[in-house]
């Protein structure tokens, strides 16, 4: 199962599960392409979940209600059974994010949006998962975060949520390693996403251009997932905080394109471009 998966790092996650023959159950609040102000919807990762190979179910969640992610999970179980993988990757962001703003300056509501939708709705998803890979004694979750979780990056919100993620994950695989489950934090690098091709200026222009020089494509973090999945001695990592370009060294995969990007700095100091004003 993967959250959040109509358009960027979820469907791109989607996408890498599929090409390892996957069967991938994906959640979004976009069916049909066209009926958001972003490009992307459930039907297209579906597509793109057939044409790489996998199998896929597209249901329509919104994570911020409890009782639309039950369902979710409820369907899940009655459809299949057991579930092998979960990637918390849904994530709320205003469209246009706060940059250098001072804290005391940001609406709360961003605070509350990313926290909600991105942190909270993580622990709900793990809470219904879990029950549905006891029985097999395995199964993987990965939250998808990054490197604000350790450095500032676009404003504080951002980078309790990022931290508050990776935090999860460490703290969820103590209770869960005595009954064979695996959790962790992956990190992406900067990835080149629909939203930013459709709005450029989401982010500062030096940060763009760093994206353009090093970015790498969603399906490259789905290919990581995928290795994850794939190593039957997966539960060695748990606990840690992974990046999907020092994995594709160890696995062995690539990105779309046949290379492999660099890694983000594991550095806490801010990149030049998050410097917060006087």
Not at 215 to 224: D, I, K, M, N, S
Request: net charge neutral; charged share 20%; glycine share 10%.
């Amino acid at each position: 199962m993967v959250t959040g998966g109509s358009r960027g790092v979820g469907k791109g996650v989607a996408i890498g599960l599929a090409e390892a023959g996957a069967t991938v159950v994906v959640t979004a609040r976009t069916r049909a392409s066209g009926t958001s102000e972003w490009p992307g919807s459930l039907d297209e990762t579906l597509e793109a979940i057939r044409q790489n190979g996998g199998e896929g179910l597209g249901l329509l969640c919104d994570h911020s209600d409890d009782a639309s992610v039950k369902d979710v999970f409820d369907r899940i179980r009655a459809d299949y059974g057991r579930l092998d993988v979960l990637v918390n990757n849904v994530f709320g962001a205003p469209n246009v994010m706060p940059v250098n703003v001072p804290f005391w300056k940001v609406p709360v509501s961003v605070w509350d949006m990313m926290h909600t939708v991105g942190l909270r709705s993580h622990f709900v998803a793990s809470q219904y998962a879990v029950p549905l890979m006891l029985p097999q004694k395995s199964g993987l979750i990965v939250n998808t975060s990054s490197g604000g979780g350790i450095r500032y990056t676009f404003n504080v919100p951002f980078g309790v949520q990022k931290s508050g993620v990776d935090r999860m994950a460490r703290d969820m695989a103590h209770e869960l390693e005595p009954h064979g489950i695996t959790a962790v934090s992956i990190w992406p690098g900067y990835i080149r996403s629909e939203k930013l091709a459709a709005q450029p200026d989401r982010v500062p222009p030096a940060l763009a251009r760093l994206i353009a020089e090093r970015g790498e494509t969603p399906v490259f973090v789905g290919r990581a997932v995928a290795a994850l999945a794939a190593d039957p001695n997966v539960i060695a990592r748990t606990g840690t905080i992974l990046l999907a370009s020092e994995l594709a060294t160890e696995y062995g995969f690539t990105d779309v394109d046949g290379k492999v990007p660099p890694p983000p700095s594991r550095d806490p100091a801010p990149l030049s471009v998050f410097k917060p004003k006087k």
